[in-house]
């Protein structure tokens, strides 16, 4: 039953691999660059908390992740940046979601009054150009 449950999930984030728009209210801000969502409108009940990592775009990591200081205050300085931003959108946009590398999270442009939130991360200095390979440290050397 599970496995069903979730190709069908599958099916239904695949399907639509054209420009797929969702509107997907966010939960929690997880980091700088990863946000959790509620897809009930569009998912079956026990797979609708999704985790989304923004598409092209690196923050700090936070907690135990982070290799320094420096990137732990960064990471929060994003999160709060990421936060602050969802706050005051009117709009708010889960652009052509695809499941990611780690279970349970997919991959997406979130979109907040027309503009990418991964733009304006990098915009305003809490986030850099990402391919989704190698990250780049955020420790000074």
Known sequence: ??????????????????????????VRVVDGDTIQVDASADMPAELASIKVRLRGVDTPDKGRWAKCE?????????????????????????????WGKWGGRVIANLILDGRPLSALLIKAG???????????PWCPK
Do not use: C, N, Q
């Open 70 to 98: 420096a990137e732990k205050r960064a990471a929060l300085e994003a999160t709060d940046f990421t936060k602050r931003t969802i706050g005051d959108a009117a709009s708010i946009v889960v652009r052509d979601p695809s």
């Open 126 to 136: 809490h986030g850099r150009v990402y391919d989704g390979k190698k990250r780049k």
């Open 1 to 26: 039953m599970i496995f069903a449950t979730m190709l069908a999930a599958t099916y239904a984030i695949a399907a639509d691999a054209v420009a797929a728009d969702y509107i997907w209210p966010v």
